[in-house]
């Protein structure tokens, strides 16, 4: 037993996207212990390099929180979807290929000796927003991320609502703009609009928001366009 290690109780809260993977430690209320630590997914690497980083972000995140990686209470991870939250598994997710159809539930009850409760990140998003955020007293509330994908959450009641499949709100392949809200309202996704405005294929996001930023007529039509697809 080291003392520099508090023998507390805590949970294990982990964001699986397809560009990075956050983790943080809360203890039961929930309070935040710690910092979040932000790792690389991987994605197109095999899924053992992309499970190593999130038990690297996990063993760091507790090691900021003063706890044991030991055993926490429980592992809470939202991720990008679809996912199954009754077998936790990720289905067919485009973000994570090569975890598709894994069974993390198995991984995480061997590598943290904790239960795992699997969600649709969109859907995380949209609960803690109306229980503890922007939406709080609502009793409707919807919430959209614009990341590597597109992605909606909603809740009613207080209450995620999952629909009978388990993906209500899965409506990244809904046609807008001459594509996909993924394809098209995604991060990736400006760049198309930046090619319409006459720029060339080739840079990111926040590289045509700088260039917006400062003025540039062609990234800031993009920007126009894309916020009004938005």
Known sequence: YNETFMAREYLLGIDLGGTKIAVGVFDLRP???GEIVAVATQADQPAAVTLGNLKQAAEQACLSAGVDTGRPVAVGIGSTGPVEASSGRVLDAPSLPNLNFFDLGAWIRAEFAA???LEND???FALGEALQGAGAGHPVVVAVTLGTGFG????????????VTGNAGEVANCPVAGGTFD???SGAGVERFYERAGGKRGPTAREIGDLAEAG???ALRAW???GDAV
């Open 224 to 226: 126009r366009d894309y």
């Open 216 to 218: 540039d007529a062609q």
């Open 31 to 33: 309070k935040l212990l």
């Open 152 to 163: 909606c959450g909603i809740v009613i009641s207080g209450k995620m609502y999952s629909g």
């Open 115 to 117: 239960p795992l409760f």
């Open 183 to 185: 394809e098209m309202l």
């Open 122 to 124: 969109a859907n995380c």
